[in-house]
Nanobody
Framework: QVQLVESGGGSVQSGGSLRLSCAAS??????MGWFRQAPGKEREGVAS???????KYSDSVKGRFTVSRDNAKNTLYLQMDSLKPEDTAMYYC?????????????????????WGQGTQVTVSS
């Protein structure tokens, strides 16, 4: 079993920055990702990272967000810069024992077996 706990969400103005963290405990997972869901919208993938550091991003965040992981601390991060009001959503950390993070595309939510409870990010204009 894997437990994921996100932190770091909050409210910022447009153009600001936030850093999300996701502490993982339990089994080691080689594929981790961030998803987000805004009210009335479907959950969408934001970024993923394999245990070798290979990363993928959605087009909407590419160049503004950076995903990273500290394997020694079993922690996943999402540095979010140049935030926009449309980035407002609940952000979820996800993990899987899978090689999907090594593929050429951002893994879908169905890839991931384990999910955190989410952390809210609100960006005001």
């Amino acid at each position: 079993q894997v437990q994921l706990v996100e932190s770091g969400g909050g409210s910022v103005q447009s153009g600001g920055s936030l850093r999300l963290s996701c502490a993982a405990s339990g089994y080691t997972t080689n594929c981790m990702g961030w998803f987000r869901q805004a009210p009335g919208k479907e959950r969408e993938g934001v970024a993923s990272i394999a245990d070798n550091g290979s990363t993928k991003y959605s087009d909407s965040v590419k160049g503004r967000f950076t995903v990273s992981r500290d394997n020694a601390k079993n922690t996943l991060y999402l540095q979010m810069d140049s935030l926009k009001p449309e980035d407002t959503a609940m952000y979820y950390c996800a993990a899987a024992r899978s090689d999907y993070c090594l593929r050429d595309y951002l893994p879908q939510s169905s890839t991931f077996n384990y999910w955190g409870q989410g952390t809210q990010v609100t960006v005001s204009s």
